[in-house]
């Protein structure tokens, strides 16, 4: 029998003093809200939800059910999730599940602890009392006693105690959102244990959750027909006791001590209130938040194709605030919108229905590789200001992966800094498992990209006549076939007569032809096959399709490449030449295959050249 507690506020406005209604104490837990209702409701509007199922994998090591705190019987259980190779301090991610304060449990985030420790983060997932057993602020306490038991034992679990982060969806993300918002204020710290010890966060990750209980956006408080969440949470209705409300929102205390935050957020605008409020005080303090929105229903977090890009989009953000070489004032100021979206409404074209596989890692080298991809996406880095041009983005990684931070999202980041608006494209990988013609669906996808771009081009402030794209290595590939194949309709089934001709190309070490004596044969075969005829060989060898409409191209290459021949990039830009393409081209004596934004054997900055291209051909 759980221990019913009531819990005395003793802490508000001048620790004035407040009794609460005990009627939603139940004492027995509410299981109303569990993985498989979630998937019940969420595939009757996205039927293409698939369940993410716990992953034990031999490199991580799995602790279950140990206790971070007891007060008098009751013993508040934690688990971890961490690799098994000792490196250096590690960062710790804190998961707080959701369940409207009341419902749900820890076990729903196991699959996202195991796929974060797979990716070097320290995971724990703790429980906390809900309003079956107790009221606010006793939840409060719990996460903030689950946090300061981490950082007693950061040694033991090879952490770097100054960074802790807190993450958490729905009623969890509020949570999250609350540990970042009441950093050092003591009467938040509530009776729990190891109270000599700091339960400072070092950032926070909200998905989906709100900021502000009483604020035009939010749905909490509704009793009409039942007993709101909020309600049940607080003992008080919004009209009994607004203060009361308010003084549980995260938005309420958020001020200068608030560490960096994401928000992970779905179509649910109700589920994310007072965000933008929240934004915007942080703004003030030039402190970094980052906003990544899916067009996905709420559960989102707990299954594909949502998860494996939350986890990517959380791996890349807590990079980027531990990274010690970045500012960050320079980091908020350089904050860009970020929204991911599907590349098709409805079945993707050219495609054989099977489970999503796409799976992702980060190799030693620190560089995150998806692979298996057969849902695409297109994910938007809007910066605040927006010049009207934007690039689409093509990862390379010989048609096999995508090197999805460092010829990708990381690119897009600079591009915001010049004020370009980003695409960061996630195509389709050529797969004979989850395609029917492979060497089409990257094509499909860019045009498809170009196309949507253009369709929206008023309403994302874009000038439909300044769309850029780009590609690294087989990105390159993707990007010069999108550049010479634009009178080709890749997906014959679609009626949109929308023009898919990119304004401009730039190839970053690009593969550019499938001739044999200097094709890179590693993409070609992952694209055509290993036996490819004639004629689909001279289709996708795109120093053979330049004409004088080709757009303008820049192109960067290294003399010394050993992956992709420089012969690729003076093929196609002798070519350009030959049909007075205006195009541009730099090569670097060494250098080799794959530097990405930093060729580290030269001063120069070929992003700096780009520039001032980008300027002459406006």
Same mark, same amino acid.
């Given at each position: 029998?759980?221990?019913?507690?009531?819990?005395?506020?003793?802490?508000?406005?001048?620790?004035?003093?407040?009794?609460?209604?005990?009627?939603?104490?139940?004492?027995?837990?509410?299981?109303?809200?569990?993985?498989?209702?979630?998937?019940?409701?969420?595939?009757?509007?996205?039927?293409?939800?698939?369940?993410?199922?716990?992953?034990?994998?031999?490199?991580?090591?799995?602790?279950?059910?140990?206790?971070?705190?007891?007060?008098?019987?009751?013993?508040?259980?934690?688990?971890?999730?961490?690799?098994?190779?000792?490196?250096?301090?590690?960062?710790?991610?804190?998961?707080?599940?959701?369940?409207?304060?009341?419902?749900?449990?820890?076990?729903?985030?196991?699959?996202?602890?195991?796929?974060?420790?797979?990716?070097?983060?320290?995971?724990?997932?703790?429980?906390?009392?809900?309003?079956?057993?107790?009221?606010?602020?006793?939840?409060?306490?719990?996460?903030?006693?689950?946090?300061?038991?981490?950082?007693?034992?950061?040694?033991?679990?090879?952490?770097?105690?100054?960074?802790?982060?807190?993450?958490?969806?729905?009623?969890?993300?509020?949570?999250?959102?609350?540990?970042?918002?009441?950093?050092?204020?003591?009467?938040?710290?509530?009776?729990?244990?190891?109270?000599?010890?700091?339960?400072?966060?070092?950032?926070?990750?909200?998905?989906?959750?709100?900021?502000?209980?009483?604020?035009?956006?939010?749905?909490?408080?509704?009793?009409?027909?039942?007993?709101?969440? #909020?309600?049940?949470?607080?003992?008080?209705?919004?009209?009994?006791?607004?203060?009361?409300?308010?003084?549980?929102?995260?938005?309420?205390?958020?001020?200068?001590?608030?560490?960096?935050?994401?928000?992970?957020?779905?179509?649910?605008?109700?589920?994310? #209130?007072?965000?933008?409020?929240?934004?915007?005080?942080?703004?003030?303090?030039?402190?970094?938040?980052?906003?990544?929105?899916?067009? #996905?229903?709420?559960?989102?977090?707990?299954?594909?194709?949502?998860?494996?890009?939350?986890?990517?989009?959380?791996?890349?953000?807590?990079?980027?605030?531990?990274?010690?070489?970045?500012?960050?004032?320079?980091?908020?100021?350089?904050?860009?919108?970020?929204?991911?979206?599907?590349?098709?409404?409805?079945?993707?074209?050219?495609?054989?229905?099977?489970?999503?596989?796409?799976?992702?890692?980060?190799?030693?080298?620190?560089?995150?590789?998806?692979?298996?991809?057969?849902?695409?996406?297109?994910?938007?880095?809007?910066?605040?200001?927006?010049?009207?041009?934007?690039?689409?983005?093509?990862?390379?990684?010989?048609?096999?992966?995508? #090197?999805?931070?460092?010829?990708?999202?990381?690119?897009?980041?600079?591009?915001?800094?010049?004020?370009?608006?980003?695409?960061?494209?996630?195509?389709?990988?050529?797969?004979?498992?989850?395609?029917?013609?492979?060497?089409?669906?990257?094509?499909?996808?860019?045009?498809?990209?170009?196309?949507?771009?253009?369709?929206?081009?008023?309403?994302?402030?874009?000038?439909?006549?300044?769309?850029?794209?780009?590609?690294?290595?087989?990105?390159?590939?993707?990007?010069?076939?999108?550049?010479?194949?634009?009178?080709?309709?890749?997906?014959?089934?679609?009626?949109?007569?929308?023009?898919?001709?990119?304004?401009?190309?730039?190839?970053?070490?690009?593969?550019?032809?499938?001739?044999?004596?200097?094709?890179?044969?590693?993409?070609?075969?992952?694209?055509?096959?290993?036996?490819?005829?004639?004629?689909?060989?001279?289709?996708?060898?795109?120093?053979?399709?330049?004409?004088?409409?080709?757009?303008?191209?820049?192109?960067?290459?290294?003399?010394?490449?050993?992956?992709?021949?420089?012969?690729?990039?003076?093929?196609?830009?002798?070519?350009?030449?030959?049909?007075?393409?205006?195009?541009?081209?730099?090569?670097?004596?060494?250098?080799?295959?794959?530097?990405?934004?930093?060729?580290?054997?030269?001063?120069?900055?070929?992003?700096?050249?780009?520039?001032?291209?980008?300027?002459?051909?406006?």
């Amino acid at each position: 029998m759980i221990k019913i507690s009531i819990v005395i506020l003793f802490f508000l406005s001048h620790f004035f003093v407040f009794s609460q209604s005990t009627k939603g104490i139940t004492g027995k837990p509410d299981t109303s809200y569990s993985l498989y209702s979630a998937y019940a409701g969420t595939i009757k509007t996205n039927p293409e939800a698939k369940i993410v199922n716990e992953s034990h994998s031999p490199g991580t090591v799995e602790e279950k059910n140990i206790a971070y705190c007891t007060i008098g019987s009751r013993k508040f259980l934690i688990d971890a999730f961490f690799p098994k190779q000792q490196s250096s301090k590690r960062i710790a991610v804190i998961i707080v599940h959701g369940g409207g304060w009341r419902t749900g449990n820890r076990t729903l985030h196991y699959p996202l602890a195991q796929r974060l420790a797979d990716l070097g983060y320290v995971c724990f997932t703790p429980e906390y009392r809900l309003s079956t057993e107790a009221l606010y602020p006793a939840g409060v306490y719990d996460v903030k006693s689950s946090i300061r038991w981490v950082r007693k034992n950061a040694a033991k679990y090879n952490i770097d105690p100054n960074k802790i982060v807190v993450a958490g969806h729905s009623a969890g993300g509020e949570l999250a959102a609350m540990m970042g918002a009441t950093n050092d204020i003591a009467s938040f710290e509530g009776d729990g244990c190891n109270k000599n010890i700091s339960s400072k966060v070092n950032a926070v990750i909200d998905m989906d959750g709100l900021l502000a209980f009483i604020h035009p956006e939010s749905g909490e408080g509704d009793d009409s027909k039942r007993t709101s969440a #909020a309600t049940n949470w607080f003992g008080y209705s919004k009209i009994e006791n607004p203060e009361l409300w308010k003084q549980g929102s995260p938005l309420t205390h958020t001020g200068p001590h608030t560490p960096p935050t994401l928000f992970i957020n779905s179509n649910v605008a109700r589920m994310h #209130a007072g965000r933008d409020d929240y934004i915007n005080v942080l703004d003030k303090y030039n402190i970094y938040t980052e906003v990544r929105f899916f067009d #996905a229903p709420h559960s989102f977090v707990l299954f594909e194709p949502w998860f494996t890009p939350m986890v990517q989009t959380m791996n890349v953000f807590l990079k980027k605030v531990f990274d010690k070489n970045i500012n960050s004032t320079v980091m908020a100021k350089s904050k860009a919108q970020i929204i991911e979206m599907p590349l098709y409404k409805g079945a993707v074209p050219n495609s054989i229905a099977v489970s999503n596989k796409e799976n992702s890692t980060t190799g030693v080298d620190g560089v995150t590789r998806v692979a298996k991809v057969s849902v695409p996406s297109l994910t938007m880095y809007k910066p605040a200001n927006a010049n009207g041009m934007s690039i689409i983005i093509c990862p390379g990684g010989g048609y096999s992966i995508l #090197a999805i931070d460092k010829e990708g999202t990381k690119v897009a980041e600079e591009f915001n800094k010049w004020g370009i608006t980003a695409f960061v494209l996630k195509y389709r990988l050529p797969d004979d498992s989850f395609n029917v013609d492979k060497s089409l669906a990257p094509l499909q996808d860019a045009q498809q990209a170009i196309r949507l771009i253009r369709s929206n081009s008023k309403e994302w402030a874009i000038n439909k006549n300044q769309i850029g794209i780009m590609g690294f290595s087989a990105g390159g590939h993707l990007a010069s076939t999108a550049a010479t194949h634009f009178t080709f309709k890749a997906d014959a089934t679609n009626n949109d007569t929308t023009s898919v001709r990119p304004d401009f190309a730039i190839l970053l070490y690009p593969v550019i032809s499938f001739d044999t004596t200097f094709a890179h044969v590693g993409s070609r075969n992952k694209l055509i096959g290993t036996k490819p005829t004639a004629d689909k060989t001279a289709f996708f060898s795109n120093e053979l399709h330049v004409t004088s409409n080709t757009p303008p191209t820049f192109i960067v290459h290294a003399s010394d490449d050993a992956g992709v021949p420089v012969e690729n990039s003076i093929r196609f830009y002798q070519a350009c030449v030959k049909n007075k393409v205006p195009v541009g081209m730099h090569l670097y004596p060494h250098g080799g295959h794959g530097f990405g934004l930093n060729n580290k054997t030269t001063t120069d900055n070929w992003m700096e050249r780009l520039k001032n291209w980008l300027s002459s051909i406006k």
